[in-house]
């Protein structure tokens, strides 16, 4: 019988917002990195766009021109064929407050629970068209995933969970991280979607740093 192989821990920041496709991109190339280290994220929820209205808007109002949203939409659509995945086409973008604080309430509260979560916000919006800004299809989703309704409730109600989103602004602006998806490899900062193959050098030369 042969011994199951003891995967490396490896511990890695991430600030992402679940209404940036990007992050949607970067959040699946780093889950490869599973198949090689024992992955412990601090996921930093980092609200893109505060100024969106829940009930959505159309993605026209972002103030993109026509040219620059055609290569922006073009390249996401390669990255996604890339990863296997096959986005919805955007037509609209919402507030993402919401869905953040309730990550990061199940994060803190219900771990088991939290990754379900994590990825069906990112599959509802991208790939189904689902207004992640809307209580009710958070309500919806997180009962999907097994989230005690209580917590949800919470999760809007306790200013804790503002404050956190909050203290991850200011975290990034110390860093200086003005986007998302942004990794923090040890004391090395990357920013964008990048290739998965560039995660993985990451990660090994930030293993290669002798510990404080």
């Avoid at 602004?169 to 004391?187: E, K």
Wanted: charge should be negative; proline fraction near 6%; include cysteine.
């Amino acid at each position: 019988m042969s011994e199951e192989r003891t995967k490396t821990l490896l511990n890695v920041t991430v600030y992402s917002d679940y209404i940036c496709p990007f992050c949607y991109i970067g959040y699946l190339r780093l889950r490869q990195l599973e198949d090689d280290y024992d992955l412990d994220i601090d996921w930093r929820f980092l609200e893109i766009h505060p100024d969106n209205p829940p009930e959505g808007k159309p993605v026209a109002e972002l103030g993109y021109s026509p040219r620059h949203w055609g290569m922006l939409m073009a390249n996401l659509a390669r990255m996604a064929e890339e990863e296997g995945v096959t986005l919805a086409e955007r037509t609209f973008t919402t507030n993402s407050r919401l869905a953040l604080q309730l990550a990061q309430a199940v994060r803190e509260h219900q771990q088991a629970v939290f990754e379900p979560l994590n990825r069906e916000l990112y599959e509802a919006y991208f790939l189904r068209q689902e207004n992640i800004g809307d209580p009710e299809v958070l309500r919806a989703l997180a009962d999907k995933c097994g989230v005690e309704p209580e917590l949800v409730e919470a999760a809007w109600r306790d200013s804790r969970y503002e404050e956190v989103l909050d203290a991850n602004q200011q975290s990034a602006a110390r860093m200086r991280i003005t986007g998302t998806p942004t990794y923090v490899f040890a004391d090395q900062v990357y920013s964008g979607a990048i290739p998965a193959q560039m995660l993985r050098e990451a990660a090994a030369h930030s293993l290669e740093k002798p510990q404080p």
